[in-house]
């Protein structure tokens, strides 16, 4: 198949281009590096020993996209195109709404002018909100959200999900992530943030590489076996994985589908620690903070249908997240800035 990664050249969509062309498609990447570089791309193409068709562009310009669709024949889209810091979209609300939905408009009417019938969306944990314990299932009901960022992905799960109702040929899986660290093995791609990491992995090898004086572990005196939150991490080279079950999957069939990518095992913010400089054989500089407002003690997925319906598991532990994560930071301490 020939797939259109939109938001391609970011975090996830550059590992699932690798995933993706190893596992014998062909992917046309859209970017337009507002959080990204273009040398996530050549690196992409280096590791696949490929020309990786790729567009400067932005997603929610209907009019480049008909160009790229005039230019290529897609048979699938996979939607990573977005902005998706939370403190980030409390103060930008408007610019969050407006890249984030727009973005899923111009893809559905590109798709529905060009007959392209099939998208894969990156949805996320945060749809459950509060209100659901865990392990969490794709049946709970989506949750009240806490921040704008968390209500533009319960928005465009809506958006598709009607998109499937005039058109009955239309397959839309909504994949809900979890919490995807590490790298590609190599280290020549992984997580690159702008600015100060808000995320734990990102903060962590950042400060092991000394860009970040000391690591502030949000709340140690949770109801956890050791004070601190449960997050399902999950390895982003399983994460891409799954995008190539789901890609597969989406054509497959029709209708709206939700499927967990996580691995169904909560790690504490502890673990992550200690485990990092067990396998990475280091210090890490760190101290108990205060909680940081939103937080819930404990957040981790159902792994069991994507099993079923996609035959996906996570493979990776988390000594091979900790492992990956540190050796891309170590090969590119400045991320992807020379
Ligand atoms: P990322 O920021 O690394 O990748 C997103 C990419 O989209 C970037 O390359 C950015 O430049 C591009 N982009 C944004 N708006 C665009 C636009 N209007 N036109 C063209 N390109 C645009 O983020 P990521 O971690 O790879 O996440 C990918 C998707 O998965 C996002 O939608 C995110 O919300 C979702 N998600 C991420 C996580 C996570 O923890 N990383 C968890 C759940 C869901
Ligand atoms: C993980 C744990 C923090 C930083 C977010 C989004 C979610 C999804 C994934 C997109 C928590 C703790 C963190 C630090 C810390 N993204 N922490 N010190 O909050 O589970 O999920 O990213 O959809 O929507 O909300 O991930 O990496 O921010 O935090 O102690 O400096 O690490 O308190 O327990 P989170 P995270």
Redesign the pocket.
């Known amino acids: 198949m020939r797939v259109l990664l ?8 550059s590992h699932t281009a690798v995933a993706l062309i190893e596992a014998g498609h062909d992917v046309v990447i ?7 570089s273009e040398e996530a791309v050549r690196r992409v193409g280096q590791l696949t020993n490929t020309e990786v068709t790729h567009y400067e ?4 310009d209907v009019d480049a996209l008909n160009k790229i669709f005039d230019e290529n024949k897609i048979d699938c889209v996979i ?6 810091a939370v403190g980030e979209s409390v103060q930008k609300p408007i610019e969050y709404y407006r ?1 984030n939905i727009d ?1 899923t408009l111009a893809l559905l009417e590109v798709m529905r002018s060009h007959n392209v019938k099939n998208i894969v969306f ?5 749809v459950y909100g509060s209100e659901n314990k865990s392990p969490l299932t794709e049946d709970c009901k989506k949750g009240t959200c806490t921040n704008p ?1 968390g209500w533009t ?1 319960w928005m465009m799960e809506q958006i598709l999900t009607d998109a499937t109702v005039p058109d009955q040929d239309l397959s839309v899986i909504l994949l809900r ?1 979890f ?2 660290i590490g790298a590609h093995p190599s280290g020549l791609i992984g ?1 690159d943030p702008q600015g100060i990491p808000n ?1 734990l992995m990102p903060y962590v090898t950042q400060v092991a590489v000394g860009r970040r004086e000391k690591l502030t572990v949000f709340g140690g005196d949770y109801p956890t076996p050791d004070g601190t939150c449960l997050r399902d991490y999950i390895h982003v080279m399983d994460l891409a994985d799954g995008h190539v079950k789901a890609v597969e999957y989406a054509a497959s069939r029709k209708g709206t589908d939700i499927i967990n990518l996580g691995t169904g095992h909560p790690y504490s913010v502890l673990d992550i620690v200690h485990t990092f400089e067990e396998v990475n054989n280091m210090k890490l500089n760190y101290e108990i903070g205060p909680r940081r407002a939103g937080d819930l003690p404990e957040l981790y997925s159902s792994a069991q249908k994507a099993k079923d319906v996609l035959g996906w598991e996570a493979k990776r532990d988390l000594a091979d997240m900790c492992r990956d994560s540190w050796n891309f930071q170590k090969k590119n301490p400045q991320g992807y800035k020379k």
């Open positions: 939109a938001g391609g050249a970011g975090f996830i969509g859209v970017d337009n590096y507002s959080n990204s562009a932005d997603v929610k939607h990573f195109a977005g902005l998706k890249n973005t990156s949805s996320s944990a945060t960022y992905k992530y919490n995807p997580e995320n």
